[in-house]
């Protein structure tokens, strides 16, 4: 990987990122942890997103060898990501639609649970801020299955290592992180 990005990604991962606390945090996926990562810290400034999106497109994304049209995944963690590596794709003249994936179907208009181009794509990258036990990510592999979208692979910025890669893989979903929990605390 071109050291550069994912050093500096790295440096701002543990400078505003990355939380250790004697108390435990509760994550999204119910499950309690001394160790907690806020990613929007990253994914919500636009230095550090940009950054993070040529490190997704240039480093982690060609060592999947998969083709793709859409990038997304459940709304709000996915959303910023997804954004950012559709504009690098843009810039690198490579159209990439992101998608977003609500939690639930909306209550009104057309009612439906995927915002974007989705009609015009056959297959999707999926992609999360965290995967913990992979739940989020899970459910916005379904939702896209659902509407006829291919999914077979996905990225993440942090693999928590607490089986969430192992529960995709389950599902023929092959995910990518850039870092690892256990990369924090060594």
Known sequence: ?????RDQLFHWMKTYVYRF????????????????FNCKEVTLHPERLAILADCFVEE???????????????????DPIAYAISLAYQKRGKTIFPLVVRKESKGH??????????????????VDDVITTGGSTLKAVKVL?????????????????????ENLESEHVFMKSIFTKSEFFK
């Open 60 to 78: 982690i994304i060609p060592k999947l060898d998969i083709e793709f049209q859409a990038i997304g995944g459940l709304t709000l963690g996915a």
């Open 145 to 165: 299955r659902e509407a006829g979208i291919q999914v077979t692979s996905g990225i993440c910025i942090l693999d928590r290592e607490e089986g969430g890669k």
């Open 21 to 36: 606390s004697e108390t435990p945090f509760r994550l999204a996926s119910g499950l309690e942890s001394q160790h907690y």
């Open 1 to 5: 990987m071109s050291h550069s990005l």
């Open 109 to 126: 208009g057309t009612g439906q649970q995927i915002e974007g181009f989705w009609r015009e794509v056959k297959t999707c990258l999926v």
